[in-house]
């Protein structure tokens, strides 16, 4: 698997990505299934990377997700997004240390296209690690904070959290709403960084440096965001006291751009 750059921010205010120490061992013959799996030609994979946690080396066996972006050398046909979908859903009955696994999809052509420079390329160079394939994270420059990098990023999220609030009142089992609930959490928590970009030396890497920039330049909004942090972590909320929350943060976050 190929390695990343340090944690950390240089003499010239780059930030950089995700550790270059080994995966953490209870996740390394998940990460060996995925890379044999998902290089099968037939599966048009260009490169396989890992983000969040567990690229991090900060995972936590039976509690953390997998979280994957795949490049493929074409934009996916309907009968390659399913086929990656069961190869996904096998992948969790196969490894349980993972609570799920995530994949993230785009096309080469999409990742290089000079208009999303500032979010597939600000997400490969400074989220990803390249653990099998082609590293289209080296065709680009590291990134300083930016407003345009953080609207990029998220500049969707009145749209996505509304929707989030959508799937989270039609969820047919608590175990499914418990998990929206967790995802919406962490959406907000990156979206926030809209907020706080042009005051940031570094762009944050986890929730938690999320929320302590955010807090420090909305200090009045501490206990909302502490909400959204644990449900992140530990979904636990009903689901009218989450979407009451939810929307209110939403409505407040748009009346401050």
């Given at each position: 698997m190929s390695e990343s750059r340090s944690t950390g921010v240089d003499a010239e205010g780059f930030i950089f990505t995700v550790s270059r120490a080994p995966v953490q061992l209870e996740f390394q013959p998940l990460l060996e299934d995925v890379c044999n799996v998902l290089s099968q030609p037939d599966l048009g994979v260009d490169?396989?990377?890992l983000y969040g946690?567990?690229?991090r080396g900060e995972a936590l066996p039976g509690i953390s997700d997998l979280d994957l972006t795949l490049v493929l050398r074409e934009s996916p046909t309907i009968a390659i997004l399913e086929r990656l979908e069961r190869v996904r859903c096998d992948l969790e009955l196969r490894h349980p240390q993972v609570t799920k696994v995530d994949f993230d999809i785009g096309s080469r052509a999409e990742v290089l296209a000079a208009e999303n420079r500032n979010s597939w390329g600000f997400w490969l160079k400074h989220h990803c690690r390249c653990v099998w394939g082609n590293d289209l994270g080296v065709r680009f420059e590291r990134f300083r904070p930016s407003m345009d990098v953080a609207l990029a990023m998220n500049g969707d999220f009145e749209a996505v959290l509304t929707a989030y609030l959508r799937r989270i009142a039609r969820a047919d089992t608590e175990q499914e709403r418990l998990r929206l609930q967790r995802?919406?959490?962490r959406k907000l928590i990156r979206a926030t960084q809209i907020l706080c970009a042009?005051?940031?030396s570094a762009w944050?890497?986890?929730l938690e440096e999320h929320v302590a920039l955010f807090a420090r330049q909305y200090p009045t909004m501490v206990v909302q965001v502490a909400f959204f942090l644990f449900e992140a972590r530990?979904?636990?909320a009903d689901s009218e006291k989450f979407s009451a929350r939810l929307q209110a943060f939403v409505a407040w976050m748009?009346?401050?751009q």
């Open positions: 490169g396989i990377y946690s567990v690229a995802a919406a959490s042009e005051e940031a944050p890497q986890t530990n979904p636990s748009a009346s401050q």
